[in-house]
T-cell receptor, first 114, second 117 residues
Framework: AQSVTQLDSQVPVFEEAPVELRCNYS??????LFWYVQYPNQGLQLLLK????STLVKGINGFEAEFNKSQTSFHLRKPSVHISDTAEYFC????????????WGLGTSLAVNP | AAGVIQSPRHLIKEKRETATLKCYPI?????VYWYQQGPGQDPQFLIS???????DKGSIPDRFSAQQFSDYHSELNMSSLELGDSALYFC????????????????FGPGTRLTVL
C-alpha cells in the first residue's frame, strides 16, 4: 500500500519569497508522483508529475519538484511566489499501470501575503 | 480543448434525500474516477470504471452507487443522504489504454459541491 505525508498543513509566505512544500511518500513499489493545485472554489489542476527519468521536474506557473528516491521525497519549490499562488497544494502518488487510483496527501495551504 | 464536465456544479439536498451527480469525460476517454473531498480534507477515491465496467472500488458507502454508460459518461447516485455526505465530488477521466507505456493521466473536472442540510 502507498501513503503520502505532507509535512506542513499551512505555509504562510511573503510575496516574492521562495517557498518549498514538502511531500514524503511510502510505497513498496515504484510510483508515479504528482503535485496538484486547487485554487479557492475550483477543481484540481495538475502542476507537475514525475514518471521516470530526470529527477528534477518543471511544471506550470514556475513550480518545480525534485524526486529523491533515497529520501522518498518529492518536494515542491518556487523561487519567487506571487499573491496568485495562494491555494491548496496536494501531493499524490499512483502505482504504474492503467486505471490506477491516486492516493493523496492531506494538502498544504499556501498563503502568500503582500 | 474539451475538459471533464460535471453537473450540477452545486447541489443542496435535505437529509434522507437522494442525489445524482453526472460526469462527462473528455472525448475518447474510457475511464472515469470519482473522488470525494470533505471540508479541509484530501480527496478520497470512491470508485472507477473502465469501458463501462467497475475497475476499482474505494471508500464508497453502500448508500452510493455508480455506473458508466455506453457514451462513457458516469453517474454517481447517492441515497439516504447524511450531513456527512456534504463534500466536493470530483470526477476525473483518463484514456485507459494510451499509446506506449502504462501512464494515463487523470484529468479532473471542476467538481460538484453537495450540501446536505
Amino acid at each position: 500500500a502507498q501513503s503520502v505525508t505532507q509535512l506542513d498543513s499551512q505555509v504562510p509566505v511573503f510575496e516574492e519569497a521562495p517557498v518549498e512544500l514538502r511531500c514524503n511518500y511510502s510505497s513498496s513499489v515504484s510510483v508515479y508522483l504528482f503535485w496538484y493545485v486547487q485554487y479557492p472554489n475550483q477543481g484540481l489542476q495538475l502542476l507537475l508529475k514525475y514518471l521516470s527519468g530526470s529527477t528534477l521536474v518543471k511544471g506550470i506557473n514556475g513550480f518545480e519538484a525534485e524526486f529523491n528516491k533515497s529520501q522518498t521525497s518529492f518536494h515542491l519549490r518556487k523561487p519567487s511566489v506571487h499573491i496568485s499562488d495562494t491555494a491548496e497544494y496536494f501531493c499524490a502518488v499512483r502505482p504504474p499501470g492503467n486505471n490506477r487510483k491516486l492516493i493523496w496527501g492531506l494538502g498544504t495551504s499556501l498563503a502568500v501575503n503582500p | 480543448a474539451a475538459g471533464v464536465i460535471q453537473s450540477p456544479r452545486h447541489l443542496i439536498k435535505e437529509k434522507r434525500e437522494t442525489a445524482t451527480l453526472k460526469c462527462y469525460p473528455i472525448p475518447r476517454h474510457d475511464t472515469v474516477y470519482w473522488y470525494q473531498q470533505g471540508p479541509g480534507q484530501d480527496p478520497q477515491f470512491l470508485i472507477s470504471f473502465y469501458e463501462k465496467m467497475q475497475s476499482d472500488k474505494g471508500s464508497i458507502p453502500d448508500r452510493f452507487s455508480a455506473q458508466q454508460f455506453s457514451d462513457y459518461h458516469s453517474e454517481l447516485n447517492m441515497s439516504s443522504l447524511e450531513l456527512g455526505d456534504s463534500a466536493l465530488y470530483f470526477c476525473a477521466s483518463s484514456l485507459g489504454r494510451g499509446g506506449g507505456g502504462s501512464y494515463n493521466e487523470q484529468f479532473f473536472g471542476p467538481g460538484t459541491r453537495l450540501t446536505v442540510l
